[in-house]
């Protein structure tokens, strides 16, 4: 029978009260000692363990780069690195592999403990699965560009002709989107005419009149011709205090058709 003093009982519970109690933390929770050769795990809770699908007596021993794989940045690792090496805590959101080859994304926060006792420093790190919040991060930028792309949809109708109608309301990012889609659109395809047709829009505000104010000068620089259709008496009147359009020489017309019939005069003059 092992026997025990007091105080070693003490530190005994203690230490299977403080190891139950990390065992129920909701997140992955290890323990590296950098005074050994290649800083290797020497404790692992449960969360670990249901994280990785490893158990502790696989790894217990081993650096934790066995969690890496080939979608690994090679910039996130750098980064514990040399906070490692430092003694700086660090948070990353790295690509790490369970034992199964699944991949999943890991928030891992790695701080440095030094226990007076033992006079030395552990790494203690911290690893939560957000897996399901980067797919989500990735489905809203992925969405986002399908909106802006929408926005401003640039439709090819014949040779050297694009139309780009303009519907709803534009603000100032909606005006940018508009000038890098078109400066792209018509760089790649060179075209001769873009038409912008205005039947869609209700409220012809500053930024639409600013707006065909900048493209026009924008397709001026391409070798591009711009022509407004949609063009009602609203728009003609509401544009005197924001751009003097009469400088610009627009060709505008009634409707799209009517420019297009205008575009073919022209090609056949």
Excluded at 44 to 65: H, I, W
Excluded at 147 to 173: A, M, Q, Y
Excluded at 205 to 217: A, M, T, V
Excluded at 245 to 266: H, T
Aim: glycine content about 6%.
């Amino acid at each position: 029978m092992e026997y025990h003093s007091l105080d070693e009982l003490a530190v005994l519970q203690q230490n299977d009260f403080i190891r139950a109690a990390v065992d129920r933390v909701g997140a992955g929770v290890v323990i590296a000692d950098p005074q050994q050769e290649d800083t290797p795990l020497i404790y692992v809770n449960k969360g670990f363990e249901e994280l990785t699908g490893y158990e502790s007596e696989e790894v217990l021993g081993r650096n934790c780069r066995f969690l890496q794989g080939p979608n690994t940045e090679e910039e996130d690792l750098e980064k514990i690195r040399e906070a490692m090496k430092t003694k700086e805590t660090v948070k990353v959101e790295l690509c790490n592999y369970r034992k199964d080859g699944s991949e999943f994304w890991n928030e891992l926060q790695i701080y440095t403990v030094f226990i007076d006792k033992l006079d030395q420093d552990f790494f203690v790190g911290v690893q939560q699965d957000v897996t399901k919040r980067k797919e989500a991060e990735r489905l809203v930028g992925h969405y986002s560009s399908e909106v802006k792309r929408l926005s401003t949809p640039i439709v090819p109708v014949k040779d050297g002709v694009s139309i780009l109608p303009l519907v709803g309301n534009v603000d100032d990012e909606r005006l940018q989107q508009m000038l890098d889609a078109v400066s792209f659109h018509v760089q790649e395809e060179k075209e001769d005419y873009l038409i912008l047709d205005l039947s869609g829009v209700e409220v012809f505000n500053e930024q639409i009149h600013i707006g065909i104010y900048q493209l026009n000068q924008l397709l001026d620089l391409m070798g591009t011709t711009l022509v407004l259709s949609g063009v009602t008496p609203k728009f003609a009147i509401g544009s005197t205090p924001y751009a003097n359009f009469s400088e610009l020489s627009l060709r505008s017309c009634v409707s799209v058709k009517q420019a297009l019939q205008m575009i073919e005069q022209d090609s056949q003059a």
